[in-house]
């Protein structure tokens, strides 16, 4: 019986993270302390979100590949 491929799931769980992660780079305060305007911050999300979930998706890739190497044959 063949073992399980972990990859999948381990790269949507990066991907959540990733857009998580984004919102968190995003709505942060800025460095002056001036409020940034909403407009600018949801044109931030939308431009970021490309990037971040796709590297979140990579990374969780290349971790459910190692995890699903590591793990023994039954």
Known sequence: MPRRNLAKPF???GLALGEIYMLFIVFAPSRSGEAVP?????????SLAGFCGLSGALIGLGIGL?????LPRK
């Open 66 to 70: 190692l995890v699903t190497g590591l």
């Open 38 to 46: 909403l407009a600018h911050q949801m044109w931030r999300v939308v």
């Open 11 to 13: 790269s949507i769980v």
